[in-house]
């Protein structure tokens, strides 16, 4: 499915025991008739067994397009993989053979999709879809496959007899519990989960991050978990990676990027929060949009929206900036000895 | 889901006595009857004995009760023109239709559905661009014209195939299923692909590949099935249209079907076959219809709910989705 | 997808009118634009044709002259009375096409107010509308338009009345379905506070805002139109001899296919391009239209 | 005796016959056993005497006496010997053959000679016919309301004539009227009226019983694809070869053009104004003036009859008895552009201005009469007059000649001429149709054609006669056009079909030599 990448150098790279994930130097563009988006450009992940990665941005930051890819399951077209290489538990997943892919699908990495109400399938019953997913991967009889998938189901906090209904008998929160019973169904060793509380009310989401952590306690499972929402990523992430415009921009433990912000796209963010304990403080929005996805500069993408911006930083590629071994920002701005974001200081 | 089923076949009266109606007045009132047809050398006491047994010396609205009368008597009447039970002629005639009718059904779905599904998951290829033209012209011959190419082609140039009638088996059938058969695979391939193509689109089918299904169940079960609907829909539709006799086709290949029954009959101004014929011919189109509701519920467990709490609710929500099939399909052939 | 999606879906592109925004994409439709140089081409042989064609070529009989194969003076060959088949083709499609439209029209003309009526007020008088419209179509519409004919007559205005009537019950259930998924925005409830009467909501407000499924219906019957009334020709139940409708000169050239087999082909050619032309447009509408059904 | 005079003649044709001819003698293996045929009118139902199939009835059943068309002679056949009682046509004595039995079992009897005459619905039969004494199992004496010459040879008409087992008919009121004498029996299992025709061999025939077990008549109704299927092997046989499709039946080595056996045409094309209330009733000029617009080579160029001949006026057939000829008639009809120009002039003088917008009805379902139209329509726009042809199919030509409601001003129209007597009579008689509307608008013709028929003396007839036509043809109300021939098609191996050129094939001794 995925064109011939260009740089196989990247994918040579030898696999770092104990990784469950290797994301390197991964590009991809979604190409059509009049336009080339870049929807992820030169991203890398590394993620180690038990870990959970929070992979934060803004709505088209191509957050969704990484998982998907680790997945291989970028739509062609017009999706293609410019370059880069991704190992799952070692394994090559963009140059897999069709039958490995599927194998590597489910059992090794399994997704939970951001639209519960869309996800499910609504011919079948809700066993019948996570039992066909136990049945691919372990190569049980129906039965087994059924025990299995009505076990998940009270897993996930559904009683066993609901495995004979249908997706449109079960509420939103029910729903993307079935999900999240369906992706874990196989003990993958990696989660993605793409905003999976996005759709849900409050009260549920709450519950279905608990279900979430629980069952990552439970089964030692990799996780990256994919949202907006740093509360979020506060309550449950070990590591956390910022997306802007296709690029990982700032990457460290969940304490670095929270107490030691280094790049001013990140501070923006923790900025446009609302601020509970000081109602009074004004909200501090990023000022204007993200760039046209079609049409991105050569430097830095946030450049124009960013307070530190200099002339040079649209041209000028930006290489990152380690502030330890796990902490590293994509901004030029420290090149330059002394500079800082306000955020530190807060 | 019985008691739907009930209520369906209990719509049926009002259809049957609203066809009735419209059709045994629409051919009572055209100029000339039946008995003037076959009574051009009686003798004129002959005829006026004729014409008030039949009830020509009266007024059209007693002839109509007449009709009705017999209708609830469970006769649809006696055809003048040849002197023979209308239930009996048209049970003659429906084995050959039926034939028909599931052949050229057969022949659309077997190679339709297939085509369409890769045209779909092939999108802008050149497999979907040029199925996607066949259907269209396929869809813009008058199958008339159609089934006389291919019977000076088959039939006069190479003498591979009976070019009329139904007395060769299935060698008989194979110019008047592909006749029928053309216009219904240009629709039902076109249903296809654009049904696929909605669904393919679908979230559940990006769960079901990032669950490790293979491709070729994502398409064939978890798509299909999601995709079967309006096809199901296109399917009913045409096999109801079918039935009443591929009126044209049956006409180029003299094929004793219903259809030229029914048109020789107009011609005739033989009421009672043509009102008959056209009622069974709807309650045939009815009980289809009926057929393709309930593999709706097999189909959709939603519509399956519905079903069960109340018949009529359920209809109307497969109602616009026909509508909007209206659109996307049948516009090509008539008959 | 969402998140992609939703950076793929190209902005509206500023500055374009409703109307020229449909024609940019029914430009890029290149099945469309080709549907739509031929359909201008036949209108315009449609409407021009009685002013350049002499009416001799087309009816005057040359019996010396008949069935003639295709040759340099007679393209198409000549017909069973020793006329010119090009010019009789050419001829008809001034029938063929008035036919189609006018047919449609009735339908429309019937058919929408009913439909919209139906889907505007509910209850009873929708219930009754659509029975009625059921019953209607359970009677296959090729011997519906057989009957009516039948009943009315034979000549051009009662075969436009029949197919045009036959075809009712699709332009009552497309515009019902279509109604009814405006009928509760927030345009026509202020229109209705407003106090407007519910002809003026149906006509000015409901009405304009389904017209896109109504179009795209219409383009699609013309060619169903142009069909109906060619196949009704042929079973002999056509148009008023010695107007060359191509339903007509069909039915006249299927007495001679056994020998003279391209007195059948050409007409039949006609047809099939004009309907496609049509299909092919009405596609191109529907897509253009309504991005959400593009294939 | 019909039947055994095909033999005779059919022996004659061929070696083949010869063998079927000696009846019971076993049948060559080599012959094909099922025969099929395509005919071009369909039977729809049973009734000998109102199916209008002629070649239905010869196949199933037989007539009183039998009319030899070869010989012109009148030949027993279930009646052995027939004859005036008294001086007047009124009562018909006849002795009937003994022991022929129905396709059921039962005799044929006297009685069932009453049932069938006095349940005969054709006008030609019902209008004289009134009671039967019945002498004997084996004679009877038909007794007629008025006298009339001819019933004897109405007697023999296949269209109306064939005799029905009383019995059965009375037993099932449906179906009973398919059981006949005849040397074939329906098959009404596998018949599908309007379509199929079935029929299984009489094994029991008083006649020569077919070689061949089983016929099948197919209805198809399009010269053109009844061809198809006679060279695609589908039909051993088929009736009415398009016009434009006999040069290639003739061309192909495995078919056999058949027309006529030498009988002469077998249909009378004209054109009739409505004298009732048709726009050109009273017109004399007009109708004159396009009885000379028409050419009727040209008409006979449209139809593409290669046979045809131009009708020289003359209503009656051909070679028939008591028939006009030229020298008769005192008005020049014959095509003349220039003097039909004229006469048009003289006719909207007449009209006092205008002249009207004529229609036109005929069964334009079969192209000849399509293309006949045509040029009656093209002659007439070359001298100024409009003429719509209003397409109609048979029942649109019966329901407006009938009630002349004003619905047609002329009517393009046919006779078969089935020889003599049986064409006149259609002209002739009271009944219901079309052809004789424009003649009985005129009392004093009705008047001349019922004496006609009451007497039994040839030159009184020929007086009459001669003057209905003469008043018919001067006064412009039938324009004769043509006489058409009727023709048909087999493979080349088939036997025994008697082409009679009155249209109505004889399939009864039809075999195919594989």
Same mark, same amino acid.
């Given at each position: 499915m995925i064109e011939k990448r260009q740089d196989m150098n990247a994918s040579r790279a030898p696999a770092v025991e104990g990784n469950i994930l290797e994301v390197r130097d991964l590009t991809v563009h979604f190409v059509t008739e009049d336009e080339t988006v870049q929807a992820v450009s030169n991203i890398s992940i590394t993620l180690k067994k038990g870990e959970i990665l929070g992979l934060v941005g803004e709505t088209g930051a191509g957050k969704t397009t990484t998982a998907l890819a680790i997945l291989n399951l970028v739509p062609v077209p017009p999706g293609v993989v410019k370059s880069g290489s991704i190992r799952v538990c070692g394994k090559d997943v963009l140059n897999a053979p069709v039958r490995e892919l599927e194998q590597?699908? /489910?059992?090794?990495?399994?997704?939970?999709?951001?639209?519960?109400?869309? !996800?499910? %399938? +609504?011919?079948?019953?809700?066993? &019948?879809?996570?039992?066909?997913?136990?049945?691919?991967?372990?190569?049980?009889?129906?039965?087994?496959?059924w025990e299995r998938a009505e076990e998940m189901l009270e897993l996930v906090g559904i009683p066993r007899e609901r495995?004979?209904?249908?997706?449109?008998?079960?509420? /939103?929160?029910?729903?993307?519990?079935?999900?999240?019973?369906?992706?874990? !169904?196989? %003990? +993958?060793?990696?989660?993605?989960? &793409?905003?999976?509380?996005?759709?849900l009310d409050v009260t549920i989401q709450a519950q279905v991050l608990d279900l979430m952590c629980d069952l990552k306690?439970?089964?030692?499972?990799?996780?990256?978990?994919?949202?907006?929402?740093?509360?979020?990523?506060?309550e449950i992430c070990d590591r956390v990676a910022v997306m802007y415009a296709g690029r990982i921009i700032e990457e460290g433990t969940l304490e670095e990027i929270f107490n030691h912000t280094k790049h001013p796209y990140t501070e923006g963010l923790f900025n446009s929060l609302p601020n509970i304990e000081d109602r009074t403080a004004k909200l501090r929005p990023i000022p204007g949009l993200m760039p046209d996805p079609t049409k991105l500069p050569k430097g830095c993408a946030f450049a124009p929206r960013c307070p530190y911006a200099r002339p040079e930083c649209i041209e000028t590629p930006q290489e990152p900036k380690y502030f330890s071994d796990t902490h590293f920002a994509l901004c030029s701005a420290y090149s330059e000895p002394g500079f800082r974001i306000d955020r530190e200081e807060v | 889901m019985h008691r739907y089923i009930i209520k369906r076949v209990l719509m049926l009266i009002p259809i049957i006595i609203g066809v009735s109606f419209i059709v045994f007045f629409m051919m009572d009132m055209a100029e000339?009857?039946?008995?003037?047809?076959?009574?051009?050398?009686?003798?004129?006491?002959?005829?006026?004995?004729?014409?008030?047994?039949?009830?020509?010396?009266?007024?059209?609205?007693?002839?109509?009760l007449l009709y009705i009368k017999n209708l609830f008597h469970g006769s649809l009447g006696t055809s003048i023109i040849y002197k023979k039970d209308v239930l009996d002629l048209y049970l003659q005639r429906l084995p050959a239709t039926l034939k028909l009718a599931s052949a050229s059904v057969l022949v659309a779905v077997v190679l339709s559905i297939p085509l369409g599904i890769r045209a779909a998951t092939h999108h802008g290829s050149l497999t979907d661009n040029a199925s996607m033209v066949l259907a269209l012209v396929g869809l813009s011959m008058p199958n008339y014209w159609l089934g006389l190419m291919l019977a000076v082609l088959f039939a006069q140039k190479l003498h591979w195939l009976p070019s009329s009638g139904d007395l060769n088996g299935i060698w008989s059938l194979i110019l008047p299923a592909i006749t029928v058969g053309t216009g219904l695979m240009a629709t039902m391939t076109r249903t296809t692909r654009s049904s696929m193509l909605d669904v393919i689109r679908q979230d559940y089918l990006r769960t079901a590949r990032a669950k490790g299904v293979p491709e070729k169940r994502v398409i064939n079960v978890h798509a299909l099935r999601n995709a079967l609907i309006p096809i199901i829909t296109v399917v009913g539709t045409e096999m109801g249209k079918a039935l009443g006799g591929a009126v044209v086709t049956e006409n180029v290949f003299a094929w004793p079907g219903v259809g030229r029954l029914i048109i020789e009959a107009v011609n005739q101004r033989d009421t009672a076959t043509v009102t008959g014929c056209i009622i069974l011919t709807a309650v045939m189109i009815s009980i289809v219809q009926l057929i393709v509701d309930i593999l709706y519920a097999f189909v959709d467990p939603r519509l399956r709910a519905e079903y069960s709490t109340g018949g009529q609710r359920s209809r109307r929500k497969t109602g616009p989705r026909a509508a909007a099939l209206g659109l996307a399909g049948k516009e090509g052939a008539v008959a | 997808m969402s998140g992609r999606q939703k950076t793929l879906?190209?902005?509206?592109?500023?500055?374009?009118?409703?109307?020229?925004?449909?024609w940019h994409r029914f430009k890029k439709n290149k099945g469309a634009m080709l549907g739509l140089l031929i359909l201008i081409v036949l209108i315009g042989v449609a409407l021009t044709v009685d002013f350049w064609l002499d009416q001799e070529l087309v009816i005057g009989q040359n019996l010396r002259e008949k069935l003639q194969q295709p040759n340099a003076k007679h393209w198409f060959g000549t017909d069973e009375m020793g006329r010119d088949l090009f010019w009789r083709t050419v001829y008809g499609t001034r029938f063929s096409m008035a036919i189609g439209f006018v047919a449609v029209i009735i339908s429309a003309i019937i058919g929408?107010?009913?439909?919209?009526?139906?889907?505007?007020?509910g209850g009873k008088l929708e219930t009754l509308i659509m029975r009625f419209t059921d019953i209607f179509s359970a009677i296959p519409s090729i011997l519906m338009a057989i009957a009516i004919v039948s009943l009315l007559g034979r000549n051009t205005v009662n075969l436009m009345l029949a197919v045009g009537i036959a075809?009712?019950?699709?332009?009552?259930?497309?515009?019902?379905?279509?109604?009814?998924?405006?009928?509760?925005?927030?345009?026509?409830e202020a229109a209705r506070a407003l106090g407007k009467t519910d002809a003026y909501i149906i006509f000015v407000h409901i009405l304009p805002n389904c017209l896109s499924p109504i179009i795209v219906q219409v383009t699609l019957r013309v060619a169903g139109a142009i069909i109906s009334a060619s196949s009704l020709s042929f079973l002999g139940i056509g148009i008023k001899p010695p107007t060359p409708e191509w339903g007509s000169l069909l039915t006249a050239g299927k007495t001679y296919i056994m020998g003279h087999s391209y007195l059948c082909l050409f007409p039949g050619l006609a047809i099939m391009l004009t309907v496609l032309a049509f299909n092919m447009v009405g596609d191109g509408l529907r897509d253009a239209m309504d991005p959400r059904l593009k294939d | 005796m019909k039947k055994r005079s095909v033999v005779v003649l059919v022996s004659l044709l061929g070696a083949a016959m010869v063998l079927a001819a000696c009846g019971g003698v076993a049948v060559a293996a080599d012959y094909e056993e099922h025969i099929v045929v395509a005919i071009d009118t369909k039977p729809t139902n049973f009734e000998p005497s109102g199916n209008d199939s002629s070649v239905l009835n010869r196949l199933v059943y037989d007539e009183l006496i039998n009319y030899n068309k070869v010989t012109k002679e009148l030949e027993p056949a279930l009646a052995v010997k027939w004859e005036w009682v008294g001086d007047e046509a009124t009562v018909l004595h006849l002795d009937l053959r003994e022991g022929v039995v129905f396709h059921n079992g039962n005799a044929f009897t006297a009685a069932d000679v009453a049932y069938t005459l006095s349940t005969n619905v054709n006008a030609n039969i019902a209008n004289y016919y009134d009671h039967c004494d019945i002498q004997g199992d084996y004679s009877v004496n038909v007794v007629l309301k008025a006298p009339n010459a001819d019933f004897v040879n109405l007697l023999t008409n296949t269209l109306y004539a064939g005799v029905k087992d009383k019995e059965s008919c009375e037993a099932d009121p449906d179906n009973g009227s398919a059981i006949g004498t005849g040397p074939w029996k329906l098959d009404l299992e596998h018949t599908i009226p309007g379509d199929t025709i079935e029929l299984l061999v009489n094994d029991k025939y008083w006649g020569a019983v077919p070689t061949a077990k089983r016929l099948t008549l197919r209805y198809i109704d399009s010269a053109s694809s009844r061809l198809l299927a006679l060279q695609n092997r589908e039909v051993h046989a088929m009736m009415s070869v398009g016009e434009t499709d006999v040069e290639a039946v003739k061309a192909d080595p495995a078919l056999e053009f058949k027309s006529g056996s030498g009988v002469g045409p077998a249909k009378y094309y004209f054109l009739a104004f409505n004298m009732m209330n048709g726009a050109a009733k009273d017109n004399l000029y007009l109708r004159q003036a396009i009885a000379r617009a028409i050419d009727n080579e040209d008409v006979i160029l449209a139809v593409g009859d290669e046979e045809a001949e131009v009708s020289d006026g003359a209503m009656w057939g051909y070679d028939a008895p008591y028939r006009a000829s030229a020298s008769d008639f005192k008005t020049d009809l014959s095509y003349n552009l220039d003097e039909a120009k004229a006469l048009v002039e003289k006719a909207k003088k007449e009209a006092g201005g205008a002249l009207p917008e004529l229609h036109l009805i005929s069964n334009t379902s079969k192209s000849i009469n399509m293309n006949h139209c045509l040029v009656i329509q093209e002659a007439c726009r070359k001298i100024g007059v409009n003429v719509v042809i209003d397409e109609t199919d048979g029942a649109g030509v019966n329901a407006k000649t009938k009630f002349n409601a004003g619905g047609y001003d002329m009517i393009m129209h046919n006779i078969p001429l089935e020889t003599w007597p049986t064409g006149v009579n259609r002209l002739m008689v009271k009944g219901n149709g079309s052809n004789n509307r424009a003649l009985l608008a005129n009392e004093d013709v009705e008047k001349k054609l019922f004496q006609a028929t009451a007497s039994s003396d040839p030159a009184v007839r020929d007086k009459l006669y001669k003057e209905v036509q003469v008043y018919v043809h001067d006064n412009a109300i039938y324009v004769p056009s043509y006489y058409g021939s009727r023709n048909g098609a087999q493979l080349a191996g088939v036997e025994g079909i008697v082409w009679a050129n009155d249209g109505y094939p004889e399939f009864t001794y039809a075999t195919f030599k594989k």
């Open positions: 590597i699908r /489910g059992s090794d990495v399994s997704m939970i999709f951001q639209d519960p109400m869309t !996800s499910l %399938n +609504p011919v079948f019953t809700v066993g &019948d879809q996570i039992a066909e997913s136990v049945m691919m991967h372990d190569k049980c009889s129906k039965a087994e496959a495995a004979y209904e249908y997706p449109h008998q079960f509420s /939103g929160g029910m729903k993307q519990r079935v999900v999240i019973a369906i992706a874990l !169904s196989c %003990n +993958p060793k990696l989660l993605l989960a &793409d905003e999976p509380t996005t759709a306690e439970k089964f030692d499972t990799s996780m990256i978990f994919i949202t907006h929402d740093l509360g979020i990523i506060a | 000339g009857n039946a008995l003037d047809l076959i009574g051009l050398d009686f003798s004129e006491e002959k005829l006026a004995e004729l014409y008030h047994q039949y009830g020509y010396d009266r007024s059209v609205f007693y002839r109509y | 879906a190209a902005p509206a592109h500023r500055g374009r009118s409703a109307g020229g925004e449909l929408v107010p009913l439909g919209a009526v139906a889907g505007y007020y075809a009712v019950p699709q332009f009552t259930r497309v515009t019902r379905a279509a109604v009814l998924t405006v009928k509760n925005a927030e345009f026509v | -």
